[in-house]
């Protein structure tokens, strides 16, 4: 009997634990994203990027259009001279 005793409090500090895990876990849910949340950030981050480069096309255009900068200018990063 003593030796069923000792089990007994064995599953019972376990099952404490166990329940401060769930406890922490549940805690936790309701900040974390959901697939479907990842995929409408992701779908709003790749517009914003297409915006960005038409925005960034239309400023390279105009200002070559201007002459004040060459187009081979605009894209190598590496002959802007200092």
Do not use: W, Y
Not at 19 to 24: L, M
Not at 31 to 36: D, E
Not at 62 to 68: K, P, R, S, T
Request: charged share 25%; proline share 2%.
């Amino acid at each position: 009997m003593e030796d069923i005793l000792k089990r007994l409090g064995v599953v019972e500090s376990t099952v404490a634990d166990v329940r401060a895990q769930v406890s922490a876990i549940t805690a936790v849910l309701p900040h974390l994203a959901t697939k479907a949340d990842l995929n409408a950030l992701k779908g709003e981050l790749k517009e914003s990027i297409q915006s960005n480069r038409a925005e960034v096309q239309a400023v390279r255009t105009e200002v070559c259009a201007h002459g004040a900068i060459s187009r081979r200018t605009i894209f190598s990063p590496f002959s802007v001279k200092t």
